[in-house]
């Protein structure tokens, strides 16, 4: 399985970005799909996450209320919509698969995506 997330840019402050992630060689409904980030000089965290089934989701909490996650209907693509970006959301984003226990457990996620690059700035 491979991922690609796509969809980061450069935006001004209290702009929005759609996230997306795709996979070949399966379809993501399959996985757990988590959200990670990298900012220049900080250890990947989780950002958001969304189950099989879509029934449970999970955000940091310094995203909540901003960003969301989502699956479409087909099982091929999460998105992450992210609204009312701040500059400390700059970072690359990483969409990445598996069946861990917890959304934000990196070493139990299969599969990673190359990461999309996200700027926040005026």
């Known amino acids: 399985v491979q991922l690609q997330a796509s969809g980061g840019g450069m935006v001004q402050p209290g702009g929005s970005l759609r996230l997306s992630c795709t996979a070949s060689?399966?379809?993501?409904?399959?996985?757990?799909i988590g959200w990670f980030r990298q900012a220049p000089g900080k250890e990947r965290e989780g950002v958001s996450g969304?189950?099989?089934?879509?029934?449970?989701?999970y955000y940091l909490d310094s995203v909540k209320g901003r960003f969301t996650i989502s699956r479409d209907k087909a099982g091929n693509l999460v998105y992450l919509q992210m609204n009312n970006l701040k500059p400390e959301d700059t970072a690359v984003y990483y969409c990445?698969?598996?069946?861990?226990?917890?959304?934000?457990?990196?070493?139990?996620?299969?599969?990673w995506g190359q990461g999309t690059l996200v700027t926040v700035s005026s």
């Open positions: 990445a698969a598996g069946h861990p226990s917890w959304f934000t457990f990196q070493d139990e996620y299969d599969y």
């Open positions: 969304i189950s099989r089934s879509g029934d449970r989701t």
């Open positions: 060689g399966s379809t993501l409904d399959y996985y757990t």
